[in-house]
């Protein structure tokens, strides 16, 4: 049995223009939320994922560097996710969360070895659990707190998740559809 899932990608405008063609740049490291892959804001804890994007791609787009936007035109993609049911992690319920649980039981000091000093370790522990073969995953998602333009300007840091969202580790496997939906000039 599979699932499909309507997730939501914000980025900029030529990115856009790329993705849709079928050129998905996934996300890698594991300060990432739930592993390597392209990221997608789902109906979850919010209803409103398609705004989340936007917003993700207004923040996206501010470098503290040069005190600017890097890109000024930004564009939301929608996408159908689909997966089959047995290769999706789902950390938006307890059985999901038993099995991030399990992994980092099973094999704590090997990644406590890797770790070193991240943080983040949802992500090494998915992206440990795909490089040992233990978990066989295509899609993760998770209910997660991310700050926007908004939250990193007044350094607002809750716990309280503000969204779900999803990771598809093989766009070219899971991703169908993917059109831009919005543009707009930041």
Partial sequence: ???????????????????????????????????????????GISKVPNEQAEQWAIAQAWDNKINDYKYKDISVIKSEITVEDDRLLDLTTSDGVEILLYILE????????????????????????????LLDIDVAKGNFYIKFAKERVYKIDLRTANCTICSVFNPKKNLQNNTIISNKKI
């Fill in 1 to 43: 049995m599979s699932s499909s899932i309507i997730g939501f990608h914000g980025t900029s405008f030529d990115s856009a223009k790329s993705i849709v063609k079928g050129d998905f740049e996934i996300s890698k490291g594991n300060a990432e939320w739930i592993g390597d892959g392209a990221y997608f804001f789902i109906e």
């Fill in 106 to 133: 099973q094999h704590e000091k090997k990644i406590l070895r890797i770790r070193k000093s991240l943080s983040y370790l949802d992500g090494l522990i998915i992206n440990f659990a795909r490089g040992e073969g």
